[in-house]
T-cell receptor, first 116, second 116 residues
Framework: AQSVAQPEDQVNVAEGNPLTVKCTYSVSGNPYLFWYVQYPNRGLQFLLKYITGDNLVKGSYGFEAEFNKSQTSFHLKKPSALVSDSALYFCAVRALSSYNTDKLIFGTGTRLQVFP | DGGITQSPKYLFRKEGQNVTLSCEQNLNHDAMYWYRQDPGQGLRLIYYSQIVNDFQKGDIAEGYSVSREKKESFPLTVTSAQKNPTAFYLC???????????????FGPGTRLTVT
């Protein structure tokens, strides 16, 4: 079955410290992986994607993600967290629908809380 | 959220009434999508459309209907048959790169529907 798992409902980190939000996936074929961020009562904003190539992907707002094929993981990272990074983060993987078109499968989200 | 508008931001309806949520995009994207977001469940796909006058059911289509008469517009109707309609509804769009494939999806700001 095609799926995405975000094992942590919430991650707490102090401002200035590095942060990691975890994501693992299960999909047939080569994975296309995405990270989105959602602020309260807002839509999702695209952060970054992995399609192919370099395993370390850089995205918006200083975020990056590391693709690890052997561990089927795509963890989101940032070297120095800001209070304004506090939000809900979603990992997603592209999968093939029953109509032979693409669809996105989302994880359940991880709430990041950065404390001053 | 730029390029995709959803209206209204908040919507209140009585049980038994149908309600239509608006989604418009000016990104010239071929594909459009409707998702439902519930706390702790991530995003679930309701309907999607790759081209005008064509759409497919997603994972939770029961109790919903859509139309795609124009490339820019993909309205969602929540019917009285939907048992638990109260949720946050998100519209998205993407470029289609041949045979239903896409890269990232871009999201609107969402509509919060409350049915009492």
């Amino acid at each position: 079955a095609q799926s995405v798992a975000q094992p942590e409902d919430q991650v707490n980190v102090a401002e200035g410290n590095p942060l990691t939000v975890k994501c693992t996936y299960s999909v047939s074929g080569n994975p296309y992986l995405f990270w989105y961020v959602q602020y309260p009562n807002r839509g999702l904003q695209f952060l970054l994607k992995y399609i192919t190539g370099d395993n370390l992907v850089k995205g918006s707002y200083g975020f990056e993600a590391e693709f690890n094929k052997s561990q089927t993981s795509f963890h989101l990272k940032k070297p120095s967290a800001l209070v304004s990074d506090s939000a809900l983060y979603f990992c997603a993987v592209r999968a093939l629908s029953s109509y032979n078109t693409d669809k996105l499968i989302f994880g359940t989200g991880t709430r990041l809380q950065v404390f001053p | 959220d730029g390029g995709i508008t959803q209206s209204p931001k908040y919507l209140f309806r009585k049980e038994g009434q149908n309600v239509t949520l608006s989604c418009e995009q000016n990104l010239n994207h071929d594909a459009m999508y409707w998702y439902r977001q519930d706390p702790g469940q991530g995003l679930r796909l309701i309907y999607y459309s790759q081209i005008v006058n064509d759409f497919q059911k997603g994972d939770i289509a029961e109790g919903y209907s859509v139309s795609r008469e124009k490339k820019e517009s993909f309205p969602l109707t929540v019917t009285s048959a939907q048992k638990n309609p109260t949720a946050f509804y998100l519209c998205a769009s993407s470029i289609v790169r041949g045979q239903g494939r896409f890269y990232e999806q871009y999201f609107g700001p969402g509509t919060r529907l409350t049915v009492t």
